[in-house]
Protein backbone atom coordinates (compact mmCIF):
# COMPACT_ATOMS: atom_id res chain seq x y z
CA UNK A 1 0.00 0.00 0.00
CA UNK A 2 1.49 3.64 -1.26
CA UNK A 3 1.26 6.31 1.05
CA UNK A 4 0.42 9.60 -0.72
CA UNK A 5 -0.36 13.40 0.75
CA UNK A 6 -2.65 14.94 -1.05
CA UNK A 7 -3.07 19.03 -0.32
CA UNK A 8 -6.05 20.48 -1.86
CA UNK A 9 -5.46 24.18 -2.73
CA UNK A 10 -8.47 24.41 -4.59
CA UNK A 11 -8.98 25.27 -8.21
CA UNK A 12 -12.09 23.90 -10.49
CA UNK A 13 -11.19 20.52 -9.38
CA UNK A 14 -13.14 20.70 -6.21
CA UNK A 15 -15.82 23.80 -7.47
CA UNK A 16 -19.58 23.56 -7.06
CA UNK A 17 -22.30 26.00 -9.26
CA UNK A 18 -23.52 28.51 -7.04
CA UNK A 19 -27.08 27.54 -8.12
CA UNK A 20 -27.87 31.65 -7.77
CA UNK A 21 -25.57 33.33 -9.66
CA UNK A 22 -24.26 30.57 -11.77
CA UNK A 23 -20.17 31.20 -10.94
CA UNK A 24 -18.32 28.23 -9.73
CA UNK A 25 -17.36 28.86 -6.08
CA UNK A 26 -14.61 26.66 -4.31
CA UNK A 27 -15.75 23.44 -2.10
CA UNK A 28 -14.20 21.29 0.30
CA UNK A 29 -12.85 18.04 -0.54
CA UNK A 30 -15.36 15.78 0.50
CA UNK A 31 -16.80 16.87 -2.74
CA UNK A 32 -13.90 15.21 -4.34
CA UNK A 33 -14.33 12.20 -2.28
CA UNK A 34 -17.55 11.97 -2.61
CA UNK A 35 -17.13 12.10 -6.89
CA UNK A 36 -14.75 9.49 -6.71
CA UNK A 37 -15.92 6.96 -4.10
CA UNK A 38 -13.58 4.54 -6.16
CA UNK A 39 -10.89 6.48 -4.37
CA UNK A 40 -11.17 4.12 -1.27
CA UNK A 41 -10.71 0.78 -3.34
CA UNK A 42 -7.32 2.06 -4.50
CA UNK A 43 -4.13 0.56 -3.24
CA UNK A 44 -3.14 3.96 -1.64
CA UNK A 45 -3.21 5.28 1.87
CA UNK A 46 -4.64 9.12 1.03
CA UNK A 47 -3.77 11.74 3.53
CA UNK A 48 -5.56 14.97 2.86
CA UNK A 49 -4.22 18.48 3.77
CA UNK A 50 -7.02 21.39 3.18
CA UNK A 51 -6.33 24.53 2.68
CA UNK A 52 -8.32 27.31 4.54
CA UNK A 53 -9.75 28.70 2.57
CA UNK A 54 -9.47 26.93 -0.79
CA UNK A 55 -8.74 29.24 -3.17
CA UNK A 56 -9.25 29.92 -6.80
CA UNK A 57 -5.66 29.79 -7.83
CA UNK A 58 -5.72 33.58 -9.23
CA UNK A 59 -5.25 33.87 -5.68
CA UNK A 60 -2.06 32.03 -4.71
CA UNK A 61 0.97 34.18 -3.28
CA UNK A 62 3.99 33.63 -1.80
CA UNK A 63 2.92 33.07 1.87
CA UNK A 64 0.90 30.05 0.42
CA UNK A 65 3.80 28.52 -1.80
CA UNK A 66 5.82 28.79 1.42
CA UNK A 67 3.78 26.66 3.54
CA UNK A 68 2.89 23.98 0.61
CA UNK A 69 6.69 23.78 1.17
CA UNK A 70 6.79 22.84 4.52
CA UNK A 71 4.09 20.92 4.26
CA UNK A 72 5.80 18.67 2.26
CA UNK A 73 8.89 19.35 3.91
CA UNK A 74 7.28 18.57 6.96
CA UNK A 75 5.77 15.29 5.97
CA UNK A 76 8.64 14.14 3.34
CA UNK A 77 9.81 10.58 4.85
CA UNK A 78 6.68 9.85 5.68
CA UNK A 79 5.00 9.48 2.85
CA UNK A 80 6.14 7.62 -1.08
CA UNK A 81 4.65 11.01 -3.24
CA UNK A 82 2.56 14.22 -3.33
CA UNK A 83 0.20 15.09 -5.11
CA UNK A 84 -1.24 19.11 -5.64
CA UNK A 85 -4.52 20.07 -6.29
CA UNK A 86 -3.95 23.47 -7.68
CA UNK A 87 -6.23 25.57 -9.89
CA UNK A 88 -5.00 25.78 -13.26
CA UNK A 89 -4.72 29.31 -13.81
CA UNK A 90 -2.11 29.65 -11.60
CA UNK A 91 -0.62 26.17 -11.71
CA UNK A 92 2.78 26.79 -13.97
CA UNK A 93 3.47 30.03 -10.97
CA UNK A 94 3.63 27.35 -8.46
CA UNK A 95 5.15 24.43 -9.89
CA UNK A 96 7.87 26.88 -10.60
CA UNK A 97 8.27 28.34 -7.27
CA UNK A 98 7.87 25.06 -5.81
CA UNK A 99 10.31 23.66 -7.92
CA UNK A 100 13.27 26.07 -6.08
CA UNK A 101 12.26 25.66 -3.01
CA UNK A 102 12.23 21.83 -2.80
CA UNK A 103 15.98 21.32 -3.35
CA UNK A 104 17.49 17.76 -4.08
CA UNK A 105 13.94 16.00 -4.20
CA UNK A 106 13.76 12.28 -4.36
CA UNK A 107 10.32 12.33 -4.14
CA UNK A 108 7.12 13.04 -6.90
CA UNK A 109 5.66 16.18 -6.19
CA UNK A 110 2.42 16.26 -8.63
CA UNK A 111 0.24 19.48 -9.30
CA UNK A 112 -2.70 18.50 -10.63
CA UNK A 113 -6.62 19.71 -11.24
CA UNK A 114 -9.08 20.05 -13.76
CA UNK A 115 -10.71 22.14 -16.62
CA UNK A 116 -14.61 20.70 -15.73
CA UNK A 117 -15.55 20.34 -11.74
CA UNK A 118 -15.48 16.66 -10.39
CA UNK A 119 -19.11 17.17 -10.23
CA UNK A 120 -19.82 17.55 -13.97
CA UNK A 121 -20.15 14.43 -16.23
CA UNK A 122 -17.97 15.02 -18.45
CA UNK A 123 -14.96 16.05 -16.29
CA UNK A 124 -11.55 15.65 -16.95
CA UNK A 125 -10.97 15.80 -12.96
CA UNK A 126 -11.37 11.87 -12.34
CA UNK A 127 -8.48 11.06 -14.97
CA UNK A 128 -5.79 13.96 -14.12
CA UNK A 129 -6.64 13.11 -10.27
CA UNK A 130 -6.22 9.09 -11.35
CA UNK A 131 -3.12 9.32 -13.06
CA UNK A 132 -1.30 11.93 -10.77
CA UNK A 133 -1.67 9.62 -7.96
CA UNK A 134 -0.18 6.47 -9.53
CA UNK A 135 2.63 8.94 -10.77
CA UNK A 136 3.21 9.97 -7.42
CA UNK A 137 3.35 6.17 -6.13
CA UNK A 138 5.47 5.00 -9.51
CA UNK A 139 8.93 3.49 -7.81
CA UNK A 140 11.29 1.56 -10.31
CA UNK A 141 14.28 -0.53 -8.30
CA UNK A 142 12.54 0.90 -4.76
CA UNK A 143 13.14 4.37 -5.71
CA UNK A 144 10.79 6.80 -7.26
CA UNK A 145 10.20 7.05 -10.86
CA UNK A 146 9.91 11.45 -10.91
CA UNK A 147 11.86 12.93 -8.27
CA UNK A 148 11.01 16.69 -8.94
CA UNK A 149 7.55 18.75 -9.19
CA UNK A 150 5.45 18.28 -12.14
CA UNK A 151 2.28 18.86 -13.69
CA UNK A 152 0.11 16.67 -14.43
CA UNK A 153 -2.51 17.54 -17.12
CA UNK A 154 -4.85 15.40 -19.96
CA UNK A 155 -2.44 12.56 -20.02
CA UNK A 156 0.82 14.44 -19.89
CA UNK A 157 3.50 14.82 -17.40
CA UNK A 158 5.46 18.08 -17.83
CA UNK A 159 8.23 19.36 -15.85
CA UNK A 160 6.98 21.98 -13.61
CA UNK A 161 9.20 25.28 -14.47
CA UNK A 162 8.72 24.21 -18.22
CA UNK A 163 5.62 24.85 -18.67
CA UNK A 164 2.65 27.22 -18.88
CA UNK A 165 -0.87 27.05 -19.32
CA UNK A 166 -1.76 28.08 -23.00
CA UNK A 167 -5.16 27.23 -23.26
CA UNK A 168 -8.56 27.92 -20.65
CA UNK A 169 -10.88 25.68 -23.59
CA UNK A 170 -9.28 22.74 -23.94
CA UNK A 171 -8.52 20.09 -21.42
CA UNK A 172 -4.91 20.37 -22.96
CA UNK A 173 -4.58 23.07 -20.96
CA UNK A 174 -0.67 22.84 -20.91
CA UNK A 175 2.89 23.04 -22.50
CA UNK A 176 6.46 22.85 -22.44
CA UNK A 177 7.86 23.56 -25.64
CA UNK A 178 10.88 23.75 -24.50
CA UNK A 179 11.55 20.59 -22.91
CA UNK A 180 10.08 17.15 -23.75
CA UNK A 181 6.67 15.68 -22.13
CA UNK A 182 7.92 13.39 -18.94
CA UNK A 183 6.09 10.53 -19.28
CA UNK A 184 2.35 10.21 -21.11
CA UNK A 185 -0.56 8.10 -19.83
CA UNK A 186 -2.39 5.83 -22.52
CA UNK A 187 -2.80 1.88 -21.72
CA UNK A 188 0.25 2.04 -19.86
CA UNK A 189 1.90 5.29 -18.26
CA UNK A 190 5.23 6.01 -20.30
CA UNK A 191 8.14 7.58 -18.81
CA UNK A 192 11.10 9.50 -20.82
CA UNK A 193 13.58 7.90 -18.52
CA UNK A 194 16.04 9.89 -20.32
CA UNK A 195 14.90 13.47 -19.46
CA UNK A 196 13.33 12.67 -16.20
CA UNK A 197 15.68 14.67 -13.12
CA UNK A 198 17.93 12.04 -10.89
CA UNK A 199 18.22 13.26 -7.59
CA UNK A 200 20.12 10.48 -6.10
CA UNK A 201 22.51 11.05 -3.45
CA UNK A 202 21.56 14.74 -2.95
CA UNK A 203 20.56 16.29 0.28
CA UNK A 204 16.99 17.28 0.41
CA UNK A 205 16.53 20.82 1.16
CA UNK A 206 13.41 22.70 1.73
CA UNK A 207 14.12 26.84 0.96
CA UNK A 208 12.20 29.47 3.00
CA UNK A 209 12.48 33.09 1.84
CA UNK A 210 10.77 34.83 -0.80
CA UNK A 211 11.35 38.48 -2.32
CA UNK A 212 8.43 39.29 -4.61
CA UNK A 213 10.40 42.36 -5.32
CA UNK A 214 10.52 41.84 -8.96
CA UNK A 215 8.88 43.84 -11.85
CA UNK A 216 8.07 43.46 -15.75
CA UNK A 217 8.18 45.19 -18.63
CA UNK A 218 6.83 43.57 -21.40
CA UNK A 219 7.65 45.81 -24.81
CA UNK A 220 5.44 46.58 -27.30
CA UNK A 221 6.10 48.85 -30.72
CA UNK A 222 5.56 52.48 -29.37
CA UNK A 223 5.71 51.92 -25.84
CA UNK A 224 5.76 55.15 -23.99
CA UNK A 225 8.97 56.44 -22.24
CA UNK A 226 6.68 57.02 -19.21
CA UNK A 227 5.68 53.64 -19.59
CA UNK A 228 9.16 52.42 -18.83
CA UNK A 229 10.64 54.77 -16.60
CA UNK A 230 7.56 53.29 -14.44
CA UNK A 231 8.32 50.22 -14.26
CA UNK A 232 12.64 50.63 -14.07
CA UNK A 233 12.03 53.38 -11.46
CA UNK A 234 9.56 50.88 -9.18
CA UNK A 235 10.72 49.47 -5.90
CA UNK A 236 11.98 46.62 -7.09
CA UNK A 237 15.44 44.25 -7.33
CA UNK A 238 14.80 42.81 -10.72
CA UNK A 239 13.00 43.94 -13.77
CA UNK A 240 12.34 40.96 -16.22
CA UNK A 241 12.20 42.35 -19.63
CA UNK A 242 9.66 40.18 -21.86
CA UNK A 243 11.46 41.14 -25.70
CA UNK A 244 11.19 40.50 -29.10
CA UNK A 245 11.88 37.04 -31.02
CA UNK A 246 15.36 35.56 -29.63
CA UNK A 247 15.86 38.34 -27.32
CA UNK A 248 15.71 41.91 -29.52
CA UNK A 249 14.71 45.38 -28.69
CA UNK A 250 14.67 48.61 -29.87
CA UNK A 251 18.06 49.82 -30.25
CA UNK A 252 16.97 53.60 -29.58
CA UNK A 253 19.71 55.20 -27.50
CA UNK A 254 17.49 56.87 -25.00
CA UNK A 255 16.33 53.27 -24.40
CA UNK A 256 19.11 51.69 -23.70
CA UNK A 257 20.41 54.98 -21.60
CA UNK A 258 17.51 54.06 -19.08
CA UNK A 259 18.17 50.23 -18.90
CA UNK A 260 21.96 51.31 -18.35
CA UNK A 261 20.90 54.19 -15.83
CA UNK A 262 18.80 51.14 -13.99
CA UNK A 263 21.86 48.36 -14.27
CA UNK A 264 24.22 50.94 -12.96
CA UNK A 265 21.48 52.25 -10.08
CA UNK A 266 22.03 47.99 -9.02
CA UNK A 267 19.01 46.65 -10.44
CA UNK A 268 19.11 43.35 -12.51
CA UNK A 269 17.32 42.89 -15.68
CA UNK A 270 16.57 39.65 -17.30
CA UNK A 271 15.33 39.57 -20.89
CA UNK A 272 13.02 36.80 -21.53
CA UNK A 273 11.37 36.59 -25.08
CA UNK A 274 7.64 36.94 -25.79
CA UNK A 275 7.87 34.11 -27.74
CA UNK A 276 6.96 30.51 -25.80
CA UNK A 277 9.11 28.29 -28.14
CA UNK A 278 12.60 29.20 -28.39
CA UNK A 279 15.64 30.65 -26.29
CA UNK A 280 17.32 34.66 -25.88
CA UNK A 281 20.85 34.91 -27.83
CA UNK A 282 22.08 37.74 -27.03
CA UNK A 283 24.30 39.02 -29.28
CA UNK A 284 22.65 37.29 -31.79
CA UNK A 285 21.23 40.54 -33.72
CA UNK A 286 22.03 44.02 -33.48
CA UNK A 287 18.69 44.55 -31.97
CA UNK A 288 20.12 42.43 -28.94
CA UNK A 289 24.03 43.13 -28.82
CA UNK A 290 24.03 46.75 -27.27
CA UNK A 291 21.70 44.78 -24.39
CA UNK A 292 24.83 42.48 -24.11
CA UNK A 293 27.19 45.07 -23.60
CA UNK A 294 25.32 47.68 -21.31
CA UNK A 295 24.67 44.02 -18.78
CA UNK A 296 21.28 42.60 -19.42
CA UNK A 297 21.24 39.31 -18.11
CA UNK A 298 20.12 36.32 -20.46
CA UNK A 299 16.78 34.85 -19.49
CA UNK A 300 17.76 31.84 -22.47
CA UNK A 301 14.65 29.93 -22.81
CA UNK A 302 13.02 29.80 -19.58
CA UNK A 303 9.07 30.72 -19.24
CA UNK A 304 7.94 33.78 -17.90
CA UNK A 305 6.50 32.08 -14.74
CA UNK A 306 10.10 30.32 -14.15
CA UNK A 307 11.66 33.93 -14.90
CA UNK A 308 9.22 35.45 -12.09
CA UNK A 309 9.59 32.78 -9.60
CA UNK A 310 12.92 32.34 -9.79
CA UNK A 311 14.13 35.64 -8.67
CA UNK A 312 12.18 35.80 -6.24
CA UNK A 313 13.36 32.56 -4.78
CA UNK A 314 17.33 34.20 -5.49
CA UNK A 315 16.54 37.56 -4.07
CA UNK A 316 14.75 35.89 -1.19
CA UNK A 317 18.07 33.64 -0.71
CA UNK A 318 20.72 36.11 -1.44
CA UNK A 319 21.44 39.46 -0.71
CA UNK A 320 23.55 40.61 -3.48
CA UNK A 321 22.55 41.48 -6.80
CA UNK A 322 25.49 40.33 -8.46
CA UNK A 323 25.05 36.89 -7.12
CA UNK A 324 21.71 36.70 -7.94
CA UNK A 325 22.32 38.11 -11.90
CA UNK A 326 24.93 34.72 -11.71
CA UNK A 327 22.56 32.24 -10.68
CA UNK A 328 19.79 33.60 -12.67
CA UNK A 329 21.68 32.66 -15.93
CA UNK A 330 22.20 28.88 -14.52
CA UNK A 331 19.90 26.32 -14.31
CA UNK A 332 19.40 25.23 -11.08
CA UNK A 333 16.58 22.54 -11.36
CA UNK A 334 16.83 22.24 -15.15
CA UNK A 335 14.50 25.21 -15.85
CA UNK A 336 16.73 26.54 -18.87
CA UNK A 337 18.68 25.23 -21.68
CA UNK A 338 22.25 27.40 -22.59
CA UNK A 339 22.92 27.73 -25.99
CA UNK A 340 26.03 29.97 -25.95
N1 LIG B 1 -9.96 29.64 -12.01
C1 LIG B 1 -9.58 28.28 -11.71
C2 LIG B 1 -8.36 28.32 -10.84
O1 LIG B 1 -7.26 28.49 -11.32
C3 LIG B 1 -9.33 27.52 -12.98
C4 LIG B 1 -8.94 26.08 -12.78
O2 LIG B 1 -8.96 25.53 -11.71
O3 LIG B 1 -8.59 25.42 -13.76
O4 LIG B 1 -8.46 28.16 -9.65
Not at 242 to 254: L, Q, R
Not at 274 to 296: D, H
Amino acid sequence: MYNIFIIYTGGTIGMVKDSETGTFIPFDFKLIEKNLPDLSRLNYKLTVHSFDPIIDSSNMRPSIWLEMAKIIKDNYELYDGFVILHGSDTMAYSASMLSFLLEGLQKPVIFSGSQLPIGEIRTDARENLMTALEIASAKKDGKSIIQEVCILFDNKLFRGNRSFKYNSDKFEAFRSPNYPVLAEAGIHIRYNDEVLANNEGKDFICHYHIDNRVGVLKLFPGISVETIKAVLNSDVRSIVMETFGSGNTMTDSWFLELLEGAIKSGKNILDISQCKVGSVELGRYETSQGLQCIGVLNGYDMTFETAVTKLMYLQGEIESQEEVAHWIQQSLRGELTKND
